[in-house]
């Protein structure tokens, strides 16, 4: 079992810059993959990006592949979502999620465990 909670969510304006975190407790947090995902209004949950568990591949949505990246940091038991040059569309709510395995997955239906989400909102 591993409990995730997300931080760092707000009121950005366009062009602006917002640092998500993602605090994990329980299980040895190096075991799991870890990755974001972000649900707007009226849309289903998508899938932004994804890290392996020692940091070392990355993935990315191409909505986000150069604005946003991930990384972690298993020593403080933490993944982040750095993201640059927001837009309107990144408006939502963003979740974490863990699962165990030695890659990097895109899928939600791959995680076991998430977190309970943090708002993020850009205004014009």
């Known amino acids: 079992q591993v409990q995730l909670v997300e931080s760092g969510g707000g009121l950005v304006q366009a062009g602006g810059s917002l640092r998500l975190s993602c605090a994990a407790s329980?299980?040895?947090?190096?075991?799991?993959?870890m990755g974001w995902f972000r649900q707007a209004p009226g849309k289903e949950r998508e899938f932004v990006a994804t890290i392996t568990r020692n940091g070392g591949r990355t993935y990315a949505a191409d909505s986000v592949k150069g604005r946003f990246t991930i990384s972690r940091d298993n020593a403080k038991n933490t993944v982040y979502l750095q993201m640059n040059s927001l837009k309107l569309e990144d408006t939502a709510v963003y979740y974490c999620?863990?699962?165990?395995?030695?890659?990097?997955?895109?899928?939600?239906?791959?995680?076991?465990?998430w977190g309970q989400g943090t708002q993020v909102t850009v205004s014009s």
């Open positions: 329980g299980r040895t947090f190096s075991s799991f993959a």
């Open positions: 999620a863990a699962v165990t395995g030695s890659y990097y997955y895109m899928r939600e239906s791959d995680y076991n465990y």
